[in-house]
């Protein structure tokens, strides 16, 4: 959208003060710092509204598209400059100075819901907040070289599965060329986003931040588990390593099966490395006739399996 070449931001900041002649200006100097002050106010208003509009447009867009999927009712969101900031006078006796108010609103089927809170549950109002962030920053108010999105813990209320949908947004195309810094505190959800993220590793850093704001904190890379079994075995503790070997190996099945399956396995729920591997090979022979599997394919030498598939 167009904002005139300006910077909401900075034309928040001329006025947010509400001091419209801070240095007490007198005559001429301070009728044209007050004139200013009013003319600042009035385009902030007029480009404040319509970036709240903007945003108010494209959240309903993204929660559509995303979350209003298994909806009993139709969800409408809207986002609004309900008071526009606004200055009037011209001296320090009768100068006034309002605040915008920007205000959210729901509505079920067209029915006004008046405490969201209270109506609707905790994954639900953060389904609507996310809608509103994400859309946030899909409405380019500017060109920029630099596109950067960051969320700190927003999906600490989303069940992991819910959790999961809202990562597949963020590593879908939606945000390609969107620098993206994923901030938690949870160690479960930041292995699930690793593991989500699969094979694209390099694309991506992971690191643990350590230490406190009284201290130094310090930025260590987080390894994974081939990484740390390497270690181990290079410093000749075969118990770990193995056990690091076995965590990828788990992981690797995983991500295995999903593939052969087409589709995620529950969230929380734990799958032996077995039982990932039966599955997957389970899949994988649905579609190779019965008759090739056992007389040619059962008992033949990996080794010359593997000529016959290069």
Do not use: C
Not at 174 to 197: C, S
């Amino acid at each position: 959208m167009n904002t005139g070449g300006q910077s909401p931001l900075d034309m928040w900041q001329r006025i947010k003060s509400g001091n419209a002649n801070p240095f007490r200006q007198s005559g001429m100097a301070g009728a044209d710092a007050y004139d200013r002050f009013r003319q600042n106010t009035l385009t902030f208003a007029g480009v404040i509204t319509a970036v709240v509009d903007a945003i108010s447009t494209q959240a309903q867009r993204f929660y559509d598209e995303h979350f209003a999927a298994d909806d009993p009712a139709k969800v409408t969101l809207k986002l609004a400059v309900t008071i526009q900031p606004s200055a009037n006078g011209s001296n320090q006796n009768e100068f006034k100075f309002t605040l915008p108010v920007i205000e959210f609103g729901v509505q079920l089927d067209g029915d006004t819901v008046k405490k969201p809170q209270s109506f609707l549950n905790e994954a639900k109002l953060t389904q609507l907040a996310l809608s509103i962030r994400f859309a946030a920053s899909l409405v380019n108010l500017h060109e920029s070289d630099l596109k950067l999105l960051v969320l700190d813990d927003l999906l600490v209320s989303l069940d992991m599965s819910n959790r999961m949908q809202v990562v597949d947004i963020l590593l879908s195309a939606t945000f390609n060329n969107y620098q993206k810094i994923i901030l938690t505190h949870e160690l479960g959800f930041f292995r699930e986003f690793r593991r989500r993220i699969g094979n694209n590793h390099a694309d991506w850093r992971f690191v643990r931040l350590q230490g406190s704001a009284a201290q130094n904190i310090e930025v260590k890379n987080e390894k994974s588990d081939i990484e740390k079994a390497e270690d181990y075995l290079n410093g000749h503790d075969i118990e770990e390593a193995a056990m690091f070997l076995r965590k990828a190996a788990e992981d690797t099945a995983k991500r295995y099966r999903e593939w052969a399956e087409g589709k995620s396995l529950p969230p929380g729920k734990y799958f032996t490395l077995t039982e990932n591997l039966r599955a997957a090979k389970n899949k994988l022979l649905e579609g190779i006739p019965t008759t090739l599997y056992k007389n040619v394919l059962k008992n033949t030498p990996l080794n010359i399996l593997g000529k016959v598939y290069h």
